[in-house]
């Protein structure tokens, strides 16, 4: 069994930074593909990004590409979400995400384990 945990969200102006983690514990996730999504209020969750066990593949949701760097630890079970140049539309809750299969973390992210999120908010 696998438990996320998200930190990092909090209150950022528009055009500063945040930087979220994941914390995975139960069991190691070197196996797991992870993602990151988001949903703000009353809209549909969507994806953000997503990264391989290894760390060899990374996929973004293209309206972010250039704004946000995914990455992970392996060592400290922890997957992180670098956010930069935010914008009050990114005012969400971000939620991390696993799975053995990237393709599906990609799709509609993990089919069991998900973080119950962290809030980010953006001011103008």
């Known amino acids: 069994q696998v438990q996320l945990v998200e930190s990092g969200g909090g209150l950022v102006q528009a055009g500063g930074s945040l930087r979220l983690s994941c914390a995975a514990s139960g069991v190691t996730v070197t196996s797991f593909a992870m993602g990151w999504f988001r949903q703000a209020a009353g809209k549909e969750r969507e994806f953000v990004a997503a990264i391989s066990w290894s760390g060899g593949s990374i996929y973004y949701a293209d309206s972010l590409k250039g704004r946000f760097t995914i990455s992970r630890d392996n060592y400290n079970n922890t997957m992180y979400l670098q956010m930069n140049s935010l914008k009050p539309e990114d005012t969400a809750v971000y939620y991390c995400?696993?799975?053995?299969?990237?393709?599906?973390?990609?799709?509609?992210?993990?089919?069991?384990?998900w973080g119950p999120g962290t809030q980010v908010t953006v001011s103008s």
């Open positions: 995400t696993a799975d053995l299969d990237f393709w599906q973390v990609v799709r509609t992210g993990g089919r069991e384990y």
